[in-house]
Nanobody, 127 residues
């Protein structure tokens, strides 16, 4: 079974940057779509972005568009989420997830279902 492990979270000041990693094991990510989600305290989980490893097609929620970028390292079987210009509203636990569904660019894709989830990494944006 595909296993996902997030890392790279931490405490950063407003305006700062972080790069999150989603490392996969047991199976290659080549045929998956990877999504990033976040959940702030007391709030519902929010879909942030997703990326097709096959086509390179990506989608970003309006709240992060222009600030967050997904990328991949095929050799490391890892997907990254580069987060720039971070603000307190970006605070939360960030999760990556994977699915074999075909992604054509629609925002509704983030609703799922997602078959595999990591355990999350905490991002705190505070001065």
């Amino acid at each position: 079974q595909l296993q996902l492990v997030e890392s790279g979270g931490g405490l950063v000041q407003p305006g700062g940057s972080l790069r999150l990693s989603c490392a996969a094991s047991e199976f290659t990510l080549d045929y998956y779509v990877i999504g990033w989600f976040r959940q702030a305290p007391g709030k519902e989980r929010e879909g942030v972005s997703c990326f097709s490893m096959q086509t390179g097609r990506a989608y970003y929620a309006d709240s992060v568009k222009g600030r967050f970028t997904m990328s991949r390292d095929n050799a490391e079987n890892t997907v990254y989420l580069q987060m720039n210009s971070l603000g307190p509203e970006d605070t939360g636990v960030y999760y990556c997830a994977a699915t074999r569904r075909n992604f054509y660019g629609s925002s509704s894709f983030l609703r799922g279902p997602w078959n595999y989830w990591g355990k999350g990494t905490q991002v705190t944006v505070s001065s």
